[in-house]
């Protein structure tokens, strides 16, 4: 994983690059300061059926508090004490992602399970492995306490709109609004279309599902970039259930697995220079298609815990380009969430390639940007190789500071009278 990867700046900007990237790498595995929520464990997998060719899933989450304090976990609208109100409890998103040919993409996301009660278990691996009861019971958790959500629980709706919380900081209204359509089976939960499944149309596919919770407290702390975790599943031939493998990788999100299968896979983490840290992950995936003349270009692009968001990724090449093969992938919204869901088109310049979300004339804000734990994937073919990249940049679709993110930047390359560059 590159941290601190910002070509083409002056040493002291590499320095302060560096240093704000490391402050916002957040808690390591264990002892961090404050309140910090993490996903010890990924229980268990709930298949409730298909409509319309669209499958539902559930997935178990079992949280850790390794922080050194108290998290909050109250869900009553008068508050629970200690100052707190009914929006002081995480909120739960349930993912999935395949890797098939070389193309890391989300093909089903849920809906958000809020905490209700935690029960404060001790746990081997949480922390010391010992739970502090903390003061105010089930309403909080305990520093080095886990609480299992099974994956019926965190299925059971109805569930919470993610468009309704901000994920940087952890705010949303309570109770949630609610409103989401219930007529079947998948709404709601992770949507999955049963072609993404399918053995014969996804030879050598792998499946993984992720948990992801956001909590008020933890954000506010700065600990907010360790609060998914990852599993590799198995799904059946017929029946489309989904049996976990290879046990729960803690504290990453999904598409950190994607250089560790594909070790040609680089994973950049693109943050703000804020507090608290935006985080994107963006991995890439370049495949020399034919020597010195043709290259493929795979890109993911996942929003972490940004609320502004993302609504445009452009790449800028030295010199005239030729872009061929380009094209999109996202994961739609479902269930009367808000959000358009119309695709990116691909646009070229004579030496830029670039992705924009179209204009949603009926809502603008509800344009269809890259909004927290969702990936979208960019694609496509070019005469020149990655070294001849001269930016990266992710716009930031909600106002702010700064408007947009560069990264791998990089310096002109030098050409010599024989026409070869450097």
């Known amino acids: 994983m590159h941290n601190c990867n910002f070509r083409g700046h002056s040493l002291i900007a590499i320095l302060a690059l560096c ?4 402050m916002a790498m957040g ?8 309140p910090d929520v ?5 229980s268990g997998t709930q298949n409730y059926g298909t409509a319309g060719g669209i499958r539902g899933y559930a997935v178990g989450t079992t949280s850790c508090n390794v922080g050194d304090a108290p998290l909050n976990w109250c869900d009553n609208t008068s508050g629970c004490g200690l100052g707190t109100t009914g929006s002081d409890h995480p909120v739960i998103a349930q993912n999935m992602f395949r890797l098939k040919a070389g193309r890391f993409d989300q093909i089903g996301a849920s809906w958000l399970k809020h905490g209700f ?7 081997a691996g949480c922390g010391s492995g010992s739970c502090s009861s903390p003061p105010l019971g089930g309403n909080q958790l305990g520093v080095g306490c886990t609480d299992p959500y099974g994956a019926g629980l965190n299925g059971s709706r109805p569930l919470g709109r993610k468009s309704e919380v901000n994920a940087t900081t952890g705010a949303y209204p309570f109770p949630p609004t609610g409103g989401g ?20 149309s996804n030879p050598g596919a792998l499946y993984y599902v992720e948990g992801h919770y956001i909590a008020p407290d933890d954000a506010a702390a700065g600990n907010a970039l360790n609060n998914a975790s990852y599993s590799q599943v198995l ?11 290879g046990g729960t990788i803690r504290q990453k999100a999904a598409i950190e697995v994607w250089p560790l299968v594909d070790p040609s896979v680089e994973l950049f983490n693109v943050d703000t220079p804020t507090v608290p840290v935006q985080r994107f992950h963006v991995a890439r995936k370049v495949t020399e298609v034919t020597p010195g003349l043709l290259w493929h270009y795979e890109y993911a692009v996942h929003n972490m815990n940004s609320d502004r968001s993302s609504d445009r990724l452009t790449i800028d090449f030295f010199g005239n380009t030729t872009f061929t093969d380009i094209g999109f992938h996202d994961v739609d919204a479902h269930s009367n969430e808000p959000y358009d869901t119309a695709d990116w088109p691909g646009t070229t310049t004579a030496n830029s390639i670039q992705w924009q979300a179209p204009e949603f004339a009926a809502a603008p804000q509800n344009a269809n940007a890259i909004r927290w734990s969702t990936l979208y994937n960019f694609w496509f073919d070019a005469n020149r190789p990655p070294g001849q990249i001269a930016r990266h940049a992710l716009k930031m679709f909600k106002a702010g500071d700064p408007a947009e993110l560069e990264f791998v930047t990089g310096t002109e390359p030098v050409t010599f009278a024989n026409g070869f560059e450097d």
Not at 19 to 22: D, N, R
Not at 27 to 34: D, F, K, M, S
Not at 183 to 195: G, I, K, L, M, P
Not at 235 to 245: G, I, K, R
């Open 19 to 22: 240093l704000l990237t490391l």
């Open 38 to 42: 993490t996903v010890f464990t990924l």
């Open 27 to 34: 808690a390591g595995p264990a002892g961090a300061a404050g």
């Open 181 to 200: 359509t219930l007529t079947t089976v998948w709404n709601q939960r992770v949507a999955v279309a049963e072609s993404d499944m399918i053995a014969a």
């Open 235 to 245: 799904v059946a031939p017929t029946t489309f259930n989904l049996t976990m493998t």
């Open 117 to 123: 009660v935690s029960t404060n278990d001790s746990t």
